[in-house]
């Protein structure tokens, strides 16, 4: 729930808003005037201010810098009744947050609303699941949040923690989260990748190695306890570790204390432990000690991530995420994506997971290069193929016989209907923003707003 001010000179506007406001639970204030506005967020905490940029007492660019400056410092949306694109560029470049053009509509409001709040949390390393740095963990189905859960648990406490899944799930990423939220986040994180590591080299990467004798004093190479001390080593896929190995570190970790190769002395680590594996988790077998202690409970805490097939309804949020990311890399604008494009993304089975979706992404922004629109033909041509096959059989066997069942429409009706399908899927593929309907369909603002009205969209 966030505290949100409204400022505009319509008392109409501000009903509305405050509206939309408590209808997605936020609590909501109005002023009337700008003095009335700039004193109320003075002596109050908000997270967000609506302000109108025409303003009968006050410049709305002027009051940008000073709200700016209150210790809350909220994100500020610009609201206008004037197609103005160079005053909302200079409110953006002031720090509001973004601007919207009266008449708006409540999808947009909406996203607005949600996505300068996941911003501020993310300023403040903070999000919805319990006070949880998410990092670059994207989705909100009930698997992912219910694994986000187990995280926050496990980064209050320092036990192990075991985290199975498919390969490309993300494994590693839910690791890092749990890490850098916990105590020893301040200190390194270390990767022991188990699944390339000899027998005969093991103890030297895990202990390290004394070379040399100097003064007195033993020289030589630290190994993952030493590296990890104060932070978390994570032992990636623990499975494909040899018993042998499994059971001396396992008595090391146990101990806290262990013997350089080559070395007399003992020295001593302090770091948390997590680990991972690509097998299903069986908590009778006896062959693992670390997996059969954490996958029963009894010293741990077992994580298991869904694969991208169970959670299909964060594959166009995951997409999108990743898209803008090339898209800074690259340094090029953000892009629009196509309806057909998306449809291809949800219909292909993603047997390498998010980790295969990522790198779909970038190759797809790559492929694209300067065009401002992704569509079908920029994705890797495996998965078009593999998806082009799924829905063609389905709109063959589906579509054309219900097409014309009833006889045939006049030609007008007909366009509208599927103007109507067109601007609902295309609205809920890129989560009602209006701007990306824009760029993807061609289509001016003003057209797109007229046409929700025509059709009652909302």
């Known amino acids: ?152 648990v496990a980064a209050y406490s320092d036990i192990p923690v075991l985290i199975s899944g498919e390969p490309g799930v993300g494994k590693q990423l839910f690791a890092k989260t749990i890490h850098l939220n916990s105590k020893f ?37 630290p190994g993952f306890f030493d590296l990890a001390d104060k932070g978390t080593l994570f032992l990636d896929d623990i499975s494909r570790l040899p018993l042998t190995v499994e059971k ?40 693992s000690f670390f997996q059969n202690d954490l996958s029963s409970g009894e010293k741990g805490i077992h994580i298991h991530l869904p694969s991208l097939r169970q959670v299909r309804q964060d594959i166009i949020a995951i997409a999108i995420h990743y898209m803008d990311w090339y898209c800074k890399k690259y340094e090029i604008p953000p892009k629009g994506v196509s309806p057909e494009c998306l449809d291809i993304l949800l219909a292909y089975d993603w047997p390498g997971n998010v980790r295969e979706l990522i790198n779909a992404t970038g190759k797809a922004i790559a492929s694209a290069k300067n065009e401002p629109t992704l569509y079908s033909v920029h994705l890797p041509s495996h998965i078009r193929s593999f998806a082009i096959k799924k829905t063609g059989e389905n709109a063959k066997t589906k579509v054309e016989p219900d097409m014309f069942k009833d006889g045939f429409l006049p030609l007008k009706t007909f366009t509208q209907q599927w103007e109507l399908y067109y601007l609902k899927h295309l609205f809920e593929h890129v989560s009602y923003d209006v701007q990306k309907v824009c760029e993807i369909s061609g289509v001016s603002k003003s057209s797109i707003y007229s046409r929700l009205k025509r059709y009652k969209i909302n």
């Open 1 to 152: 729930m966030a505290a949100v001010l409204i400022i505009d000179d319509d008392p109409i506007i501000c009903d509305i808003l405050m509206n939309m406001m408590d209808r997605i639970c936020h609590i909501s204030r109005f002023s009337l005037t700008g003095s009335q506005g700039l004193d109320l967020a003075k002596n109050n905490h908000f997270d967000l201010i609506f302000l109108d940029i025409n303003l009968p007492d006050a410049n709305g660019l002027d009051l940008i810098k000073k709200l700016k400056t209150l210790s809350s410092s909220p994100e500020i949306i610009i609201i206008t009744g004037e197609s103005d694109p160079d005053g909302a560029e200079l409110a953006i470049q002031s720090g509001a947050w973004n601007y919207l053009e009266k008449p708006f509509f409540r999808q947009e409001i909406t996203l607005q609303v949600t996505r300068a709040l996941e911003f501020r949390k993310e300023k403040g390393r903070v999000s919805g699941i319990g006070g949880l740095n998410r990092s670059r963990i994207i989705g909100e189905s009930e698997l992912i949040r219910s694994c986000l859960e187990q995280v926050r």
């Open 185 to 221: 986040g301040d200190h390194n994180f270390v990767i022991a990748d188990c699944s390339a590591m000899a027998e005969d080299v093991a103890d030297r990467l895990f202990y390290g190695s004394i070379d040399a004798v100097r003064d007195g004093k033993e020289k030589g190479r």
């Open 248 to 287: 001396s570190i396992h008595r090391a970790m146990e101990g806290r204390q262990f013997v350089p190769v080559g070395g007399k002395d003992s020295k001593s680590s302090h770091f948390r432990v997590i680990a991972s594996t690509r097998q299903t988790i069986d908590p009778a077998d006896d062959k």
